[in-house]
């Protein structure tokens, strides 16, 4: 039968291990305690630096690094705002882009542009320009069974027509307009003896003096409440001449810092806000001798 010694390593022969743990206990006094080894007053350990807590550069550093920390996190918010404006505001100029492109459509069939609106035979307005372009749009801008379905037989308000009054098609409406709008237009003629959609009557290029390039054809609104079937418009005569006016009868929109309009010649001009009056009433004539940039 084999006997085994057990030996507690680490401790001379010569020290108990009771006597070991006493002078361990002493490394850790502190001077100011009592030594009898029950740890009061006992100090940190040799060669740990005290606890003085952060430096205020490292708090400093740690308040500026959560700043741009948090605006870093805001900007991408930010410049999607920016972007979805922007797009909002390219959309808006391509609809007038295309409106502007039927209106030239129709002058090459007619040889004039279309009147503001059609009258019935007692001289009422019947018909509104944004109807009597439906079937001028390029293919693909409008649904053709909309076209199709409009009736010149009957007022814009008859029973048949009033059944396309929530089908309006996307060119007439702003993407900028909240809450989208299923029967309101943004787009609107200015009529007067002097613009460019003379009431009833129509406009040949010869009578446009100023010349096409410098003169406003349509307009864009905001919220003006407008059905898109219905003959109804802006009255120079009534207007007020600046762009996004608090009187609300006037040119404006939804888009920060002015609004579009759409000139004779088929392009797109983005009117600021600041805009003077005289520069935009010379806009809107047909025949003032004046070329406005």
């Keep these: 039968m084999h006997s085994y010694r057990v030996i507690e390593v680490g401790y001379p022969a010569s020290r108990s291990r009771t006597a070991a743990m006493t002078e361990l206990d002493d490394e850790y006094a502190s001077p100011a305690g009592n ?3 029950n740890g009061a007053g006992r100090a940190a350990p040799r060669g740990t630096p005290p606890d ?3 430096h205020p550069l490292v708090i400093a550093f740690v308040v500026v690094l959560f700043t741009f920390g948090a605006i870093a ?3 991408p918010s930010l410049d999607g705002i920016g972007l979805h404006q922007a797009s909002e505001k390219a959309q808006c100029s391509n609809n007038l882009k295309q409106i502007g492109m039927a209106l030239h459509n129709y002058l090459s069939r007619e040889g004039t542009f279309p009147p ?3 009258i019935d035979s007692h001289g009422r307005p019947m018909h509104s320009w944004r109807v009597i372009l439906l079937p001028y749009f390029e293919q693909g801008v409008i649904d053709p069974e909309v076209a199709k379905s409009y009736d010149f037989d009957e007022p814009w308000d008859g029973p048949s027509n009033r059944k396309l009054a ?5 060119v007439y409406q702003c993407p900028a307009e909240k809450p989208a709008q299923a029967h309101t237009t943004n787009y609107v003629a200015v009529v007067g003896d002097e613009t460019f959609s003379p009431f009833a009557a129509a406009r040949a290029v010869a009578d446009i003096t100023d010349g ?3 003169t406003i054809a ?4 905001g919220a003006a409440g407008v059905p898109w079937v219905a003959p109804r418009d802006l009255d120079f005569a009534q207007l007020d001449f600046r762009v996004n006016s608090a009187t609300g009868y006037g040119i404006g929109s939804r888009h920060k810092g002015g609004a579009n309009v759409l000139l004779a010649d088929g392009s797109v001009r983005f009117l600021e806000a600041a805009t003077p009056p ?3 009433r010379a806009l809107l004539t047909i025949a003032d001798g004046e070329a406005t940039k």
């Design 73 to 75: 996190l805001l900007m």
């Design 52 to 54: 003085k807590g952060w």
């Design 218 to 221: 349509i307009v864009e609104v």
């Design 166 to 170: 929530d089908k309006m098609p996307a």
């Design 116 to 118: 503001a609106y059609f």
């Design 278 to 280: 005289e520069s935009l």
């Design 212 to 214: 096409l390039s410098n």
């Design 35 to 37: 030594g009898n080894g």
